[in-house]
Nanobody
Framework: QVQLVESGGGLVQPGGSLRLSCQFF????????MGWYHQGPGKQRELVAT???????NYADSVKGRFTISRDNAKKTLYLQMTSLKPEDTAVYYC???????????WGQGTQVTVSS
């Protein structure tokens, strides 16, 4: 059973930075497509960034040039480095893992990011 545990959220001022981490348990991490998603108040969950098993990345237009997704397969950990944060980045951030065998998505519990002065 795959489990995902996010950490690193918090309160940060506009223009600040945060790094989110997602620890992966229960399968062969290196083969899974991993991603970060966020859900703002009253909004649907949206894609932030994804990274494939080969390291190819994809970003939402709203975060290009500000956020960087990366993975450490040895540590079975996914990261999201967020810089130049804006109030509109405020959301619960979720780690997602897509099974290479079934395409099924697993989700973490989410971590709150609040950008406010």
């Amino acid at each position: 059973q795959v489990q995902l545990v996010e950490s690193g959220g918090g309160l940060v001022q506009p223009g600040g930075s945060l790094r989110l981490s997602c620890q992966f348990f229960g399968s062969i991490f290196s083969t899974w497509i991993m991603g970060w998603y966020h859900q703002g108040p009253g909004k649907q969950r949206e894609l932030v960034a994804t990274i494939t098993s080969s390291g190819s990345t994809n970003y939402a237009d709203s975060v290009k040039g500000r956020f960087t997704i990366s993975r450490d397969n040895a540590k079975k950990t996914l990261y999201l480095q967020m810089t130049s944060l804006k109030p509109e980045d405020t959301a619960v951030y979720y780690c997602g893992a897509q099974s290479p065998a079934t395409g099924y998505h697993h989700w973490g519990q989410g971590t709150q990011v609040t950008v406010s002065s």
